[in-house]
């Protein structure tokens, strides 16, 4: 359920990408012919004076199947260096936006499972002291630290001490110590 959330929100960023970023063609109204100079080919990168009669008509020297179309332009490519082309920023707007949408289900599907219901137990190393983390299965049973890796067997049920004792007993050692040392002060 949450990839299908994941790509739904993926899918709207990129719809949101194309309507910011997808060049409008907006020859309905008139236009002013001072602002407009050039018409430019959007494959090709063609460039013509401009002609109301072919702002938004098919470029004549693009050959099937990558027909482009005239776009009206302010500037020349000759004036800006390089060609201009106008579905860059969309294109690499939805390409980042796969990217990340395919990073965040990776992600989603692939992070370990953690069950809130599972009680995990903590004893020390008899060896190097290191603070051991086990599960309610591996009471009584044979195991060994990561650190050392020495063998030793796991506190049985009447010894074993969970976590959450531990972290409160620690907590409240803390605090102990913590009052200690100001009452000397």
């Given at each position: 359920m949450q990839v299908v959330f994941v790509v739904l929100g993926g899918l709207a960023v990129a719809g949101a990408s194309a309507k910011t970023?997808?060049?409008?063609?907006?020859?309905?109204?008139?236009?002013?012919?001072?602002?407009?100079?050039?018409?430019?080919?959007?494959?090709?990168?063609t460039e013509l004076p401009y002609n109301k009669?072919?702002?938004?008509?098919?470029c004549p020297r693009c050959q099937p199947p990558n027909t482009g179309f005239f776009y009206k332009q302010k500037d020349?490519?000759?004036?800006?260096?390089?060609?201009?082309?106008p579905l860059?920023?969309?294109?690499?707007?939805?390409?980042?936006?796969?990217l990340v949408v395919l990073a965040v289900v990776v992600y989603v599907l692939y992070r370990p499972y953690t069950n809130p219901a599972d009680t995990y137990y903590v004893c020390t190393c008899t060896t190097c002291n290191q603070r051991l983390r086990f599960r309610e299965i591996s009471l009584g049973e044979l195991g060994q630290c990561p650190r050392c890796k020495s063998i030793l067997r796991f506190p049985g049920e009447d010894e074993a001490?969970?976590?959450?004792?531990?972290?409160?007993w620690e907590r409240e050692a803390t605090i102990a110590a913590f009052n200690e040392d100001s009452e000397l002060v």
């Open positions: 970023l997808i060049p409008k063609n907006d020859s309905k109204g008139p236009v002013d012919p001072n602002v407009y100079k050039y018409l430019r080919c959007d494959v090709c990168n009669e072919l702002d938004g008509k098919r020349s490519l000759k004036d800006l260096g390089r060609g201009s082309y860059r920023w969309f294109y690499t707007a939805v390409g980042l936006d796969f001490v969970t976590e959450d004792a531990a972290a409160e």
